[in-house]
């Protein structure tokens, strides 16, 4: 079990700690009138952890509070770490970027496109451009989630048993076959959508490793890093530790959902490399650590310095934004003024995106409210916590930003 607790004072990385204490202050009105059941929020600089707070509760019916060591679904803040799992195989010549993924999963070959029609009976044409490595890396590779509820491709998902889980006993190998099977929702690269993409991508992991996704991640990540708390689901014996899981009800309150969240009990049949992690503050800060210091942390290093500066910059088609690329359906990032490297979101245009920040900060979070991102230039990097699905319920990540950053004085 990974030990949190603040390093450093404050004022000696930089902060002003009564200006730090806003954050506190601020985020304890969302637990006191009920929208969120508890939080958890750790800030770091220069390495040295400045600032952990936590508010609520874990489990309400069960008046549990947030600890420190308390275990939260993290969902999408998988994406990041199947991310680099993927470019630890691309440092070792596994595969190139532009590589087809056919390469590696022979279904997605000769994919078709969407054009017109209702889900049971679609039009489609022929891709002319395979899905590639890069494509699933940063969600342009046509592919969609069956809880965006915007297309016609997003119904096929639904009905082939993918919206906020997947058919009972289906692997990750056979996801993806279904999936192949389903038609792109636009031409590989040509415009961005939040999808299975990085599911996909924990896939080609496998088949390049020749090891399953779980068994790469806790050999290669998890157990180098000290991140003893991390994997596809919570044991036994730390069932007490997780969170529960709640939603938003119409009377501005929260209503607990165990139903999905009982999920992270148990092993699952499909190994979710886009969503199915569960961890510990302390786990994700050392992860943020050895992003932050360019692949490496205490001694053990998964990625070059080169690689993380690469997996750090804008990756859109273009060079262009969001904005100008993305399908507006739900995404853990705003689009303004934001482009997408190979697995996080980057800051672009601080200005733009109207959001207290740095440009090349890089960052995602999770469909439970989670957030984290990453500063290089100031040295940053910030962890939030929580447990409420969807996180576009509330403007938490901005206003966790706008409160980190007014207290940076040095």
């Given amino acids: 079990m990974s030990k949190l607790t603040v390093d450093v004072d404050a004022d000696q990385v930089g902060f002003d700690p009564d200006r730090l204490a806003r954050i506190d202050r601020h985020f304890a009105r969302y637990v006191d009138d009920g929208r969120l059941p508890g939080w958890l929020v750790a800030v770091s600089r220069a390495g040295q952890l400045a600032h952990l707070s936590t508010y609520g509760r874990r489990d309400v019916e069960h008046d549990l509070p947030v600890e420190t060591d308390t275990l939260f679904r993290i969902y999408s803040m998988s994406k990041p770490i199947t991310s680099v799992a993927a470019m630890m ?78 058919p009972k006993d289906l692997s990750i190998a056979g996801a993806c076959d279904v999936w192949a099977g389903l038609p792109l929702l636009f031409e590989p690269g040509a415009e961005w959508n939040y ?40 044991p036994e014996a730390d069932h007490d530790r997780l969170a529960a899981l709640y939603v938003p009800t119409r009377e501005s309150g929260i209503m607990r959902v165990d139903a999905m969240g009982n999920a992270a009990k148990h092993r699952p ?120 699905l969807p996180s576009s319920t509330y403007n938490i990540r901005p206003q966790l930003k706008q409160l980190v950053y007014q207290a940076l004085v040095d």
């Fill in 195 to 234: 999808s299975v993409a990085t599911d996909v991508l924990g896939r080609v992991v496998e088949v390049a490793s020749g090891q399953s996704l779980d068994e790469f991640l806790a050999e290669r990540i998890f157990g180098p890093l000290g991140m003893d708390d991390t994997g596809f689901f919570a």
């Fill in 269 to 388: 049949a499909m190994l979710s490399g886009g969503g199915g992690l569960v961890s510990s503050a302390a786990d994700y800060l050392r992860f943020t650590q050895m992003l932050l210091r360019g692949g490496e942390l205490d001694g053990v290093r998964l990625l070059g310095r080169a690689t993380v500066g690469y997996m750090t910059q804008n990756h859109l088609p273009g060079g262009v934004e969001l904005e100008q690329i993305a399908r507006p359906t739900f995404s853990e990032s705003s689009f303004t003024g934001m482009g997408f490297g190979l697995g996080f979101s980057v800051v672009e245009s601080p200005a733009q995106n109207k959001v207290l920040s740095t440009s090349g900060e890089f960052a995602w979070g999770g469909a439970a409210s989670t957030a984290f991102w990453v500063d290089p230039s100031e040295e940053i990097t910030a962890v939030f916590l929580t447990q409420l």
């Fill in 89 to 166: 195989l691309y440092e070792e010549g596994a595969f190139e970027l532009k590589d087809p993924v056919s390469r590696f999963i022979p279904s997605f070959a000769d994919q078709q496109v969407y054009v017109s029609g209702p889900p049971t009976n679609p039009v489609t044409r022929p891709a002319a451009e395979p899905v590639r490595l890069w494509h699933l890396l940063t969600h342009t590779a046509g592919l969609t989630y069956g809880f965006h509820h915007a297309t016609p491709v997003d119904a096929m998902y639904r009905h082939a048993g993918f919206e906020w889980g997947s």
